[in-house]
């Protein structure tokens, strides 16, 4: 398993974060292992679309969380949304296609939810592709159950599993 430490990234606040993430977080969501199973139109996400999400994460409750090495490159990033009525969900994760299968994504989906349980949330939610059976078993091996199914949810007519755990 590579070395690396998990921290927030706020870049609505900070420029240098920004400019940090933008490349990281389009060249992770556009690779071709990741875009069908981040995007439910399977369209490749444009800098102006990602800038725009990055800049106006706060007033949407979105959060992101990346894994970085010792030299600072972002080799994956989680995304979550709070809200205190609707609760802790988790919308995308990405790990750059050389760094899967070393743990990774399973840390910081692991780090969210203790962060989840500290900040008093009873339960984790998320949506996973029914197609994707790498984050299906990572969710179920996390003690997620399926809530819900969303028939057709992806421009391809993919369903969408709902999984929550209980904290």
């Known amino acids: 398993?590579?070395?690396?430490?998990?921290?927030?990234?706020?870049?609505?606040?900070?420029?240098?974060?920004?400019?940090?993430?933008?490349?990281?977080?389009?060249?992770?969501?556009?690779?071709?292992?990741?875009?069908?199973?981040?995007?439910?139109?399977?369209?490749?996400?444009?800098?102006?679309?990602?800038?725009?999400?990055?800049?106006r994460h706060l007033e949407r409750g979105v959060r992101f969380f990346a894994a970085e090495n010792s030299s600072g490159e972002i080799l994956a990033i989680l995304m979550t949304r709070t809200d205190h009525c609707t609760g802790f969900e988790f919308l995308n994760l990405g790990v750059q296609p050389e760094h899967k299968r070393?743990?990774?994504?399973?840390?910081?989906?692991?780090?969210?939810?203790?962060?989840?349980?500290?900040?008093?949330?009873?339960?984790?939610?998320?949506?996973?592709?029914?197609?994707?059976?790498?984050?299906?078993?990572?969710?179920?091996?996390?003690?997620f159950t399926p809530v819900r199914m969303e028939y057709g949810a992806r421009a391809d007519g993919t369903a969408m599993v709902r999984m929550k755990r209980r904290l």
Not at 6 to 23: G, K, Q, T
Request: hydrophobic letters at 45%; aromatic letters at 8%; glycine letters at 6%.
């Open 102 to 143: 070393q743990g990774i994504g399973r840390m910081l989906v692991k780090h969210t939810m203790h962060m989840a349980a500290q900040e008093g949330y009873l339960a984790v939610e998320g949506d996973v592709f029914a197609d994707d059976i790498p984050m299906l078993r990572l969710a179920l091996d996390l003690g």
């Open 1 to 55: 398993m590579s070395s690396f430490i998990i921290r927030e990234f706020v870049p609505e606040r900070n420029p240098d974060e920004l400019a940090r993430m933008l490349p990281a977080f389009i060249r992770i969501w556009n690779s071709p292992e990741n875009l069908p199973f981040v995007s439910r139109t399977m369209c490749p996400c444009t800098q102006s679309h990602a800038r725009a999400n990055l800049e």
